[in-house]
Structure formats: structure tokens, C-alpha cells
């Protein structure tokens, strides 16, 4: 049982040792990669993933499919087949595959400063290296890192991460805590959410839900969820601000 | 969606500006539903588990058909239950699907697994037969044959209501036998839901500051982003599904889940409703109601004080 019950009610720890309200632990690294235009490597506790950026860059249909005012963002997802707990070859047509493509697309175009590239395309990589829960999240997290890193203007960094919920939907306990950033066995056994905000405000840009919950209780679950968000873009920042620093530490020297 | 006319200049800034001032351009409340009307036209009496939908203009028609295969071997207590939902022509002006599924109808598609098959709503238990061997697999087959907006909507409300009217063939195990029977030989067994989800689908516009139910095409090309909330009238949210779009307010998206309940539960009563009349259509000659009926013939006299 990813929480056994009896023990969380005595210490509230949860099997990895942490409490409701605590991340994993959040390594993230940009320009990873020299040869593409922007690139990350994320690790949200042994969720790992690698994003690479290519663009703005014209778009391969040439005139006939451009004639767009903004910039179009297109997503691949690679899940490599060791990623999980058994070998699984998964292709790219996979459903789950393409739902992730679309919202890590959508969620980009209404951010980027797309307006500022008519008629190219921006192309997001992603290749997940290991899972561990929080995968949608930490796929958004690494493309934000990469297209800041590609230097593609924005308004803010799209920061997302999970939050689930002690108490199984049957039981109506009132004092079930939500829990925030949850790895692959909680997420198998409990409901949960992935949320994403824009920036550390409560503006939620990408909210996915996919378990039975009641519905008093996905205000909770929302709340520490943006908690966690706020947390993770300072974590983030910090490392885009430390990567800069290095940058012209190095131009200087 | 697809559909071959973008929107004009014109029209969306004329939608956004009535919109700014509380308007929709059919008059309706930013927060109300056209009119839903649900039927269950079907060829023959013995013919249960079609139904179709208009929300507006729009108009989708849902096919349960079932069949007997064997289980997938990783589930050998299981039934199988698909969901296609395929956009054709058929739908509007000059939509050109060619061989690839636009992904639109994939997202669409992916939202209507999420809320009635990944949910487990029908129980799939339930479908089987013999374990490892043979279990029913039901299909639903989701037309759309017009498009005016909201079309998740209209499919979900449309396969809950199939679901619900469906009579699945009965049978009879007898070691390794199985005789199945077809609806001339016995009534066939309704399928066990565990509840009833409906999705209703938000639009924001301007920022997410102005927040709609139920958009019509018009609105629908218009718009910045889009919220959909699967519930079940007993306040159980089923899904939900924010693909990207404009960022909006936090405590706002929980306000609208709280009043999408009140759609939910008039969704509930619609399709309530059209089950009952369907059954009393059928029912010709009065059978059920004299047969199965609890009252008596005489006149109940109010006691006196």
C-alpha cells in the first residue's frame, strides 16, 4: 500500500518519508545540450526527463501552411521503454502520448510571445528517461527551462506539478489531507491532479484530473497544488539565474 | 473542431464586444444551456440502445451494438466496451478529414474514454461470461451529424443515454455451454452503470475573466481556452480536463465546478425523463403498467383530520 493508513495517521509520513506539503527532490539543469537551440534535463524525485527546443524555424509546408500570424508549436514525447517499471515499447501514436503533446502545446501557445515569429514553428523534444509519477508536470517544467533557455520571449514560466488525496473517494473524511507531489505508486492507488499555473499567482493554465473525487474536496487538492507550483518555479528561477550568472561569469573572465 | 470558415474579423470582434457587455448573440445567459432535446429512434421494437442528441443545432447520434469474443488475456474477468466517435463530412461545411484523425476529434474522443470507460461508469464485470473464455464486447458508435459547438457535450449526454437504454442479449451458462438468446427468445438485460457522468464544457474569453457554458460554434472558434468538468448528479466529478488555454483564476474554475452541478442534474432528469417516456411508448397495450403496477383498483379515500 503506497499509504498505509494505519502508519500515516500515527506520524502522517508517507512511505518515502515525507509529509503532505513536501516536493521531491528538484533537479533541473538548462543548456544541457550544445546543439540544440534550447535544452533541459529535469528531475522531479526519479521522474527524469530531457527536453530539447528547436526554432523558431520556418515552418516545413512552406506557403501552404503558413499564412499563420504566430508562431505554431509542435511537441513530440519520446517514453523510453526502460522508463517504467516493465520494458514497454511505446509508440508515438499512443493515446496518453498525444493527450500530453496537446496540453504541453496548448498551454505554450497561449504564453509564448508567439506573435513575435509569424509563419515559423517552434518544435519541443521531450524524451522521458525514467517514471516516477508527476510525468505531465515534470514534462512541463523541462519545456519551460528549454524555451527559456532557447530564449523564446514568454510572460512567465509554466510551472505544474501533482496533488492527490489521502482519503479514497468512498469515505467521506473531512479531515483527509491533500498531498502534494506524488511519485507513481501513490498516483496508481489514490486520486490525484496534475495542475499547472503561469507564473507563482493562482492564474491555472493546465488543470487535469483523470480519478473520481469528490467535488468538496478538489479545493483542497487545488490549493496545495498551487502551493507547490509557487514553490517550483522559485526553485526553477534560481536555476535559470544561476546558469545566467554563469554564463557572463565565464563572457567576463 | 474541424470546419473549412474560420471565423471573420467581423464576427469574433462583434461576439467579444456583446460578450464584454454580458450578451450572447442568442440571448441566452452566459451560464445556460440551448435546448436539449433526446430521443431514442430505433428501426424496430426489439432494437434498444440508440439515441441521439441536440444541444441547439447540434445533433450527434449514438449505436450500442454488442458481441460475443473472448476476453483480452491480462483481463479474464472483464468485458470489452469501446468508444468510437468518428468526424465525418457529414458534420460541416467542407470538413475534410482525409485518412488521419484531426486531433481534435482525438482530444474529443479522449475526454469521452476518460469520463464514461476509464471511470469504470459501466461495469465491465458485469459483462462477463464465462472467465478467460467468452464476455460481451460492447461498442458505441458515436455520428455526429451536425456541428454548432459543444459537441462533447452532446456525445457524452447521447452514449450515457444509449448506455442506459441498451438491453445487452441474455444467456444461459450451462458447464461449458453457453446459449445465448436473441431478443425474440427472451428480453435482453439492461447494462449496470454505476452512475450517470455528464460533461459540461466552459469557454473563457477575454483574459478568463468572462466565463460561458455551452458554446455554440461561433463561440466555440472564438475562444481562449475551455474547461470540462465530467460530474455525477451526486456531486462525484468524474474528470477534469484543462488542456492549456489562458490561465485562469484558481478559485473561479472551483466556482464553475460547483455550478455545473446544476447542469449535471438537469441532464439527470432529461435523460430520466426520455427513458420513461420511451418505456411507455413500447409498453403497447398497457401490459407493463397492469401487470407490473402496485396499485389497487379501488379509490383511496383521504383519512378525515
Known sequence: MPLDTSSYALAHLRLDGRRWNELRRLHAQTSTQAAADGSSYLEMGNTKVICTVAGPAES???????????????????????????????????????????????????????????????????????????????????????????????????????????????????????????????????????????????????????????????????????????????ILDGVVRAHGKAVLDSAIS | MPHATAPSTNESTFLLAALRENVRLDSRPLDAYRPISLTFPSSSPDTYGQSEVRIGKTRVLCVISSEVIAPYPDRKFDGVFTISCEMSPLMGAGVDTGGRPDPSETILTTLLDKSIRRSRSLDTESLCIVAGQKCFSIRADLHILDHDGNLLDACCLALVAALAHYRRPDYEVHGEDVKIFTAQERDGVKLTLRDWPFCVSSSYFEAGTITITDANLLEEQCREGELVVAMTKHGEVVQVAKYGGVAVDALGMLQVVEQNLAKVKMMDGAVKEALARDERERDKGGVMKAELSAENERVMERPVG
Do not use: W
Open chain 1, 60 to 234: 516545413r509546408k512552406g506557403g501552404g501552411g503558413g499564412g499563420n500570424a504566430e508562431a505554431k508549436i509542435e511537441v513530440e514525447i519520446g517514453i523510453a521503454g526502460f522508463s517504467g517499471v516493465e520494458r514497454k515499447r511505446r509508440g508515438k501514436g499512443d493515446k496518453r502520448t498525444s493527450e500530453m503533446r496537446h496540453t504541453i502545446a496548448s498551454a505554450f501557445s497561449a504564453n509564448l510571445f508567439a506573435h513575435l515569429y509569424p509563419h515559423s514553428t517552434i518544435t519541443v523534444n521531450l524524451h522521458v528517461l525514467s517514471q516516477d509519477g508527476s510525468l505531465l508536470a515534470a514534462c512541463l517544467n523541462a519545456t519551460t527551462l528549454a524555451l527559456i533557455d532557447a530564449g523564446i520571449p514568454m510572460s512567465d514560466y509554466i510551472v505544474a506539478c501533482t496533488a492527490g488525496s489521502t482519503a479514497s473517494y468512498a469515505s467521506n473524511d473531512e479531515d483527509a489531507d491533500p498531498l502534494l507531489d506524488l511519485n507513481g505508486l501513490e498516483e496508481q492507488e489514490l486520486p490525484f491532479l496534475t495542475v499547472g499555473t503561469l507564473g507563482a499567482g493562482e492564474k491555472v493554465s493546465v488543470l487535469i484530473m483523470e480519478t473520481r473525487m469528490q467535488m468538496t474536496r478538489l479545493e483542497a487538492m487545488l490549493a496545495a497544488g498551487v502551493d507547490g507550483c509557487r514553490q517550483i518555479r522559485s
